[in-house]
């Protein structure tokens, strides 16, 4: 079986988590994307949703459904979204699509967030996935200086501008035994918009997709 069908089989899971009326959260990548066309069948059922990206808005849009703007919304219950790396606390490495910031924007704002990925994502310790930093374009020399005295080798992912018009560092070679105190020290440095660390605001459900169909968990 493709990961392929096995992203698509986690995200066919997360649709029973949608209810009737609701305004759903919506993340982006591949695996968020065959959600987002599992969500065409019950389009009818849903007020809305907020997106994480302009890729995620223009896909939701194309399906005709209404896209809101967060200021626009002061709660709603569920997030759907992928991640790159997920831990046994529910804790992940995200922004390989580089929509880190609002990703953990919006998901702060949701009361239930539901992480699908493939098997391939489940590790024992962050980390081997290059952890993603969006920066300010004046410091990104700065912050992987700094980034480099945690022990990490910060890359700068040259061809990416994102949605905020920043600019992305992909952090190679760090072991993440506390993601907690990693994020906080990571987001107080000078110049740093968000790290692609979630684990303040980890996961609540996650569904896998495997060759022997889904593995749902919940955060203990
Ligand atoms: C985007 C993300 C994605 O959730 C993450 O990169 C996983 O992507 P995919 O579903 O394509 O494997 O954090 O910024």
Excluded at 192 to 204: I, N, W
């Amino acid at each position: 079986m493709s990961q392929n069908t096995k992203k698509q089989h986690a995200a066919r899971e997360a649709l029973k988590y949608v209810e009737e009326n609701a305004v759903l959260g919506v993340g982006t990548g591949s695996t968020v994307n065959f959600f987002i066309d599992g969500l065409e069948a019950i389009k009818s059922r849903i007020r809305g949703a907020v997106s994480s990206s302009q890729a995620s808005t223009a896909r939701l849009q194309k399906m005709g459904i209404p896209v809101l703007d967060l200021n626009e919304v002061d709660h709603f219950d569920i997030y759907v979204d992928g991640a790159d790396e997920i831990n046994p606390a529910l804790e992940m490495i995200k922004g390989g699509g580089a929509a880190l910031t609002r990703e953990k924007i919006v998901a702060a704002v949701a009361r239930k967030f539901v992480c699908i990925v493939d098997d391939t994502k489940t590790v024992d310790v962050l980390g081997a996935f290059p952890l993603p930093v969006e920066v300010i374009p004046m410091a990104r020399e700065y912050v992987a200086r700094e980034l480099k005295k945690l022990g990490g080798n910060p890359v700068w992912r040259k061809d990416c501008t994102t949605d905020n018009g920043n600019q992305i560092l992909d952090v190679h070679d760090l072991r993440i035994v506390n993601p907690g105190a990693l994020e906080k020290e990571i987001n107080a440095i000078p110049g740093v918009v968000t790290v692609g660390l979630f684990s303040k605001r980890g996961a609540d459900v996650l569904i896998v997709g495997t060759e022997d169909g889904v593995r749902v968990s919940e955060k203990s």
